[in-house]
T-cell receptor, first 112, second 110 residues
Framework: DTAVSQTPKYLVTQMGNDKSIKCEQN?????MYWYKQDSKKFLKIMFS???????INETVPNRFSPKSPDKAHLNLHINSLELGDSAVYFC???????????FGPGTRLTVT | KQEVTQIPAALSVPEGENLVLNCSFT??????LQWFRQDPGKGLTSLLL?????REQTSGRLNASLDKSSGRSTLYIAASQPGDSATYLC?????????FGKGTMLLVSP
């Protein structure tokens, strides 16, 4: 059974569009995260979220917003997509803040 | 702000060699340190996690050590195999984040 899943696996879209990436975890974890891996393969955190607090990396544009319909899901919404948003986005979860994180398979976003 | 550095950036060895990958971090206030493996075009596989109170962890041919006071961790791979070829990422866990190094790309040739 997949612990952390993401959909879609690939997403190709045009500049200016709005898109969402979905993430689900079946581990019963309280905290979820979104990471971006750029073309140079460098991984950086975008958001950390549990039911009490959202922590945003200050470098993330406000076009990006996480939305959590329930504890098992943390979706990433992106408005007005730009070429520089092309990257692989990874979702992760952990039992609590500071605990071991489990990663999803990633979503490769290409903006044309 | 936590910064994680990995040395070397790339490493090429013949099969059977023992090797060491290095990781350093600037802020010793970490919960734990994790080593991941990433194959090309794939996701992250967690290899080892060392809690801040521990000195090392072992899994099969892998051994990871942690020296919080000096801000260093090493990943030791014994008797390397071609299947070990991948990028190895070190990550330091803070309260709300995981700070990654840029990785060491390992190539083990038959």
């Amino acid at each position: 059974d997949t612990a952390v899943s993401q959909t879609p696996k690939y997403l190709v879209t045009q500049m200016g569009n709005d898109k969402s990436i979905k993430c689900e975890q079946n581990l019963g974890h309280d905290t979820m995260y979104w990471y971006k891996q750029d073309s140079k393969k460098f991984l950086k955190i975008m958001f950390s979220y549990n039911n009490k607090e959202l922590i945003i990396n200050e470098t993330v544009p406000n076009r990006f917003s996480p939305k959590s319909p329930d504890k098992a899901h943390l979706n990433l919404h992106i408005n007005s997509l730009e070429l520089g948003d092309s990257a692989v986005y990874f979702c992760a979860s952990s039992r609590q803040q500071g605990a071991k994180q489990y990663f999803g398979p990633g979503t490769r976003l290409t903006v044309t | 702000k936590q910064e994680v550095t990995q040395i070397p950036a790339a490493l090429s060895v013949p099969e059977g060699e023992n090797l060491v990958l290095n990781c350093s971090f600037t802020d010793s206030a970490i919960y734990n340190l994790q080593w991941f493996r990433q194959d090309p075009g794939k996701g992250l596989t967690s290899l080892l996690l060392i809690q801040s109170s521990q000195r090392e962890q072992t899994s099969g041919r892998l051994n990871a050590s942690l020296d919080k006071s000096s801000g260093r961790s090493t990943l030791y791979i014994a008797a390397s195999q071609p299947g070990d070829s991948a990028t190895y990422l070190c990550a330091a866990t803070g309260y709300s984040t995981l700070t990654f190094g840029k990785g060491t790309m390992l190539l083990v040739s038959p």
